[in-house]
Each structure stands twice: as structure tokens, then as C-alpha cells.
């Protein structure tokens, strides 16, 4: 038992897939801040544009 915890705590199999998944939220937290704050411009840009 004390193996198999002490083999478990030094995989690293998952770090990567958690590496991936914090890159993925920063990336998406900085779309939604860069459209938060770019919103006036995009609005008047979508609303001039001929239907």
C-alpha cells in the first residue's frame, strides 16, 4: 500500500493535461476581458455594417 501511494505521488502523467487546461483559461480570460473592454467599438462597428 505504501508503494503504490508513493509510486501514485511521483506520476506526473496528469501535470501536462493541467498544464493545457490553465493555458486554456488564461487564454479565455483574456478574450473576455479584451471584448469587455473593446465592447463600444465592436458595437458601433456590427451596427454600421449594411444589412
Known amino acids: 500500500m505504501k508503494n503504490m501511494l508513493a509510486q501514485i505521488i511521483r506520476e ?8 493545457y487546461g490553465l493555458i ?3 487564454v479565455a480570460l483574456a478574450a473576455v ?4 473592454i473593446l465592447r463600444p ?3 458601433t462597428l456590427f451596427t454600421a455594417l449594411p444589412v
Request: net charge negative; hydrophobic share 50%.
Open 24 to 26: 486554456i483559461a488564461g
Open 33 to 36: 476581458v479584451a471584448i469587455a
Open 12 to 19: 506526473e502523467d496528469g501535470q501536462g493535461m493541467v498544464e
Open 41 to 43: 467599438q465592436l458595437e
